[in-house]
């Protein structure tokens, strides 16, 4: 009896110890992530993602590993070099990079192709922005390296309220700078500038000192226009594009329907803005997160006006296609991807397949002051203003001077010299001081000495070694202790 007693005992032992064996199993399968991001406060990641992916996937604890330091000159030739040293030593999984760095590491198949996942996992990408996903294939060689779960564009607020006053149609998607303008001249001009009405188009005004070389270079870029020739290295300013951008701007700033003034750091920020105060029919504004900052004064009492209805559009469209814009931008909202060499792909994925899913963007479209939601068909009605018309028309990459993406070619030194050649030249065209074809032509002439100067710069430099600074990138882990992670509610 006591040897059956004792053996029992040892099978009922032996039972425990195998269940505890069970019950630690999933600890011990529990996948840790590195994840790279630049956040020195360590809070945009979490608040945007972190903790909603953490309360459902319990086994992959996230690390986020942030660089102490990137002094390398992103223009020296081993910069790749050293990124890609840099992550590998770090072993990070998801890569948390600007547009310029996505485009240099899936160049040098440093990154992994997401198509074959996503069809692995019957996982729908059609529901992303076309633009979005069309833009990130073109910079990574045809291929989808990574996710931007946010993005920027332009749009046109305007005054529903003053345009049912005047009797004036509201503006659509798809409008032209010619029209826009056209539309804003038939508001009245009369009364004095503490109470008449403006058509547009900026927060604080065009700037004061010269409005042309504001206006002009706005409605150049919008076309397409470029200032240098990369292929050629070649100034383009006197072209019959840019003689028309300017003289647009000319015909619309002798409407004095466009308000003139730029913001005075002495006075009240948003007592500035004349949309917020019900004084400008049409706000045109790159990022939404400006916008929506303008629609709560409005909807306050700060202002010290009835608030009014806001609608909005995208534009302006590209004179020779009306189904394009040209501001698509991913400058303050970077791309996620994951490490081609990853041993946790497959952790990695579910991570990327969150960030990129419905319920994120469906929190991020209750007010999208970080970004606009790629993820379309999200429901927003803030402020009355629907979501989806931010995924109105094709979206191409917001336009510059120098259509330079790797910012390898042209110096800042030379950007900085072609600002001061420009507004002097236009300064005089503003003040009739000398004509548009005159000051054109100057630009091209000066500017092309500069752009010259510099490519010589940077050639001696370079075959003196001095454009690569012996510097690397440091990098200091960040451990995320989720249970002792405080959750900051999504406003």
């Not at 790749?80 to 948390?96: G, K, M, N, P």
């Not at 999200?378 to 259509?403: A, E, K, R, V």
């Not at 500069?450 to 001696?460: G, I």
Request: aromatic letters at 10%; proline letters at 4%; a negative charge.
């Amino acid at each position: 009896m006591r040897k059956f007693k004792l053996t029992s005992m040892l099978l009922i032992g032996l039972l425990m110890i195998g269940l505890a064996g069970c019950t630690s199993s999933p600890a011990a399968n529990t996948v840790k992530l590195k994840v790279m991001t630049y956040d020195k406060e360590n809070r945009y990641f979490n608040h945007q993602y972190g903790d909603m992916f953490h309360a459902e996937n319990g086994s992959i604890k996230i690390q986020l590993v942030r660089p102490k330091s990137v002094e390398l000159e992103k223009t020296a030739s081993n910069y790749v070099q050293a990124l890609e040293q840099s992550i590998e030593q770090e072993q990070l999984d998801v890569l948390y990079l600007s547009i310029d760095d996505y485009n240099r590491l899936s160049a040098a198949g440093f990154l992994l192709d997401l198509e074959p996942l996503a069809v692995r996992d019957h996982y729908n990408i059609d529901t992303i922005y076309p633009s979005i996903t069309s833009f990130l294939r073109e910079q990574g060689g045809g291929k989808l390296y990574g996710f931007a779960p946010t993005f920027q564009r332009k749009a046109i607020f305007y005054n529903i309220d003053l345009f049912e006053k005047y009797g004036i149609e509201p503006p659509r998607d798809g409008m032209t700078w010619q029209e826009l303008i056209d539309l804003a001249a038939r508001f009245p001009t009369d009364g004095d500038e503490q109470s008449r009405i403006y058509g547009g188009f900026t927060s604080f005004g065009l700037n004061k000192e010269n409005p042309l070389d504001e206006l002009g270079t706005w409605i150049g870029l919008s076309m397409g226009l470029k200032a240098v020739n990369l292929d050629t290295m070649q100034v383009t300013m006197d072209t019959e594009g840019w003689k028309q951008a300017y003289e647009l701007a000319q015909a619309a700033l002798s409407t004095n329907a466009l308000h003139k003034g730029g913001f005075n750091a002495d006075e009240d920020f948003d007592g500035q803005q004349l949309f917020a105060k019900g004084r400008q029919a049409m706000l045109i504004t790159d990022e939404p997160s400006w916008a929506y900052s303008v629609l709560d004064y409005i909807k306050s009492d700060k202002s010290g006006v009835k608030p009014f209805r806001v609608g909005m559009v995208v534009g302006p469209a590209d004179p020779s296609n009306r189904e394009i814009t040209r501001d698509l931008n991913m400058n303050n909202d970077y791309v996620y991807a994951i490490r081609a060499n990853s041993s946790n792909v497959d952790a990695a994925w579910e991570l990327l397949k969150f960030m990129q899913g419905d319920k994120v963007a469906s929190k991020l479209a209750r007010r999208p002051d970080h970004g606009i939601p790629s993820r379309m068909g999200q429901t927003s009605d803030y402020y009355g203003i629907n979501l989806d018309g931010f995924y109105h028309l094709t979206s191409l990459p917001l336009s510059n001077y120098y259509d330079d993406p790797n910012s390898s070619i042209i110096t800042d030194e030379f950007k900085e010299r072609y600002e001061e050649i420009s507004y002097r030249e236009l300064t005089q065209v503003e003040k009739s001081q000398k004509s548009l074809d005159d000051a054109l032509q100057t630009i091209q002439r000066d500017a092309q000495a500069a752009l010259d100067e510099a490519v010589l710069v940077r050639t001696v430099n370079g075959e003196n070694g001095s454009s690569e600074p012996d510097k690397g990138m440091a990098t200091e882990d960040m451990t995320i202790h989720w249970d002792d992670f405080k959750t900051v509610p999504f406003k």
